[in-house]
């Protein structure tokens, strides 16, 4: 079965980073393209970034370009979201999604909070 799996939040003070990894299984990685969302409190859940699937091409939210990086390896089945500069209005649950035949797969979310 497909599974996603976030991993790499945490508490970190404005302008630090942090990456975050998302590693699957259940599909063959290489032949998808891929998302990292993000949804904060009370908010609703946006796109922050897309990789095609050699990882080729890329496109991020205005409100992350030029401080967030995705990036994929397609030999470790992984997905990667490099953040820098981090603001707390950052601060969300962060998720992966691929689409597979016109069905949207999630992981669970791994939580990042920006604060001093």
């Known amino acids: 079965q497909v599974q996603l799996v976030e991993s790499g939040g945490g508490l970190v003070q404005p302008g630090q980073s942090l990456r975050l990894s998302c590693t699957a299984s259940g599909f063959t990685f290489s032949n998808y393209a891929m998302n990292w969302y993000r949804q904060a409190p009370g908010k609703e859940r946006e796109l922050v970034a897309t990789?095609?699937?050699?990882?080729?091409?890329?496109t991020y939210a205005d409100s992350v370009k030029g401080r967030f990086t995705i990036s994929r390896d397609n030999a470790k089945n992984t997905m990667y979201l490099q953040m820098n500069s981090l603001k707390p209005e950052d601060t969300a649950v962060y998720y992966c999604k691929v689409r597979l035949s016109g069905m949207d797969y999630w992981g669970k979310g791994t939580l990042v909070t920006v604060s001093s």
């Open positions: 990789i095609s699937r050699a990882g080729s091409s890329t």
